[in-house]
C-alpha cells in the first residue's frame, strides 16, 4: 500500500514568520508534488519534483519554496509566510512514467497564518 | 483559464440510484485520473487512465482524449459514495496534473 506521510497535521503561525510543511513516501516513486486547496479553487500545484535534488515551478509557486534531499522527501517552505497562504496543503508522489503516474496523495497539513 | 471544467458542481442521489460526472478540457490531455476526496478529507484514487474505459465495482469511468473528456459513472450508490470527486488531467509529460474544482456528491437515504 502507497504510503505519504506529511507533518505537522496542522500548524498555527504567525505571519512573517518561517514555516516548513514535510512530506516523507516510501513508494520509491520518482515524482513528488505540492499542492494547496481553497475553497472554489480545487487543488492547484505549487511545486513538484522528478527525484532528489529536483524542484520545479507548478502553477503557483510565488512565495513558496521546495526542497528535495532524497527520494523520499519533500519539503515546502514558506519563507515569510502571508495570511493568504492559509489553506490545506497536500503533498503526493507517482510513479512519473508514461503509461502509470497515480498520485498518492498524504493526509494534509492545515496551516493557519495569523 | 481553467484546463479542467467539471460539471455539475453538486449532485444528489437516492441510495440505490446513480449518475454520470463529467470533466471537459479545454486543451489535449494524454492522461486522467479521478479522485474522492471523503467526509476526513483524505484524497482516494479511484482510477488512472490514459485511454478507454475502466471499471471497478459500481464505478466506472471512460477517458476520450481525442474529444476531450473524461466521465465517472456512478451506479447504485451508498451512502459511503457522499464526498467530493475530483478529476485531474495531465497534459505533456504525464507529470503535472491539472485538477477540476470538484463535484460534491451527497448520496440520500
Known amino acids: 500500500e502507497a504510503a505519504v506521510t506529511q507533518s505537522p497535521r496542522n500548524k498555527v503561525a504567525v505571519t512573517g514568520g518561517k514555516v516548513t510543511l514535510s512530506c516523507n513516501q516510501t513508494n520509491n516513486h520518482n515524482n513528488m508534488y505540492w499542492y494547496r486547496q481553497d475553497t472554489g479553487h480545487g487543488l492547484r500545484l505549487i511545486h513538484y519534483s522528478y527525484g532528489a535534488g529536483s524542484t520545479e515551478k507548478g502553477d503557483i509557486p510565488d512565495g513558496y519554496k521546495a526542497s528535495r534531499p532524497s527520494q523520499e522527501n519533500f519539503s515546502l517552505i514558506l519563507e515569510l509566510a502571508t495570511p493568504s497562504q492559509t489553506s490545506v496543503y497536500f503533498c503526493?508522489?507517482?510513479?512519473?512514467?508514461?503509461?502509470?503516474?497515480?498520485?498518492?496523495f498524504g493526509a494534509g497539513t492545515r496551516l493557519s497564518v495569523l | 483559464g481553467d484546463q479542467v471544467e467539471q460539471s455539475p458542481s453538486a449532485l444528489s442521489l437516492h441510495e440505490g440510484t446513480g449518475s454520470a460526472l463529467r470533466c471537459n478540457f479545454t486543451t489535449t490531455m494524454r492522461a486522467v485520473q479521478w479522485f474522492q476526496q471523503n467526509s476526513r478529507g483524505s484524497l482516494i484514487n479511484l482510477f488512472y487512465l490514459a485511454s478507454g474505459t475502466k471499471e471497478n465495482g459500481r464505478l466506472k469511468s471512460t477517458f476520450n482524449s481525442k474529444e476531450s473528456y473524461s466521465t465517472l459513472h456512478i451506479r447504485d450508490a451508498q451512502l459511503e459514495d457522499s464526498g467530493t470527486y475530483f478529476c485531474?488531467?495531465?497534459?505533456?509529460?504525464?507529470?503535472?496534473?491539472?485538477f477540476g474544482k470538484g463535484t460534491s456528491l451527497t448520496v440520500i437515504p
Open positions: 485531474a488531467a495531465a497534459n505533456t509529460g504525464y507529470q503535472n496534473f491539472y
Open positions: 503526493a508522489s507517482g510513479e512519473g512514467t508514461a503509461s502509470q503516474n497515480t498520485l498518492y
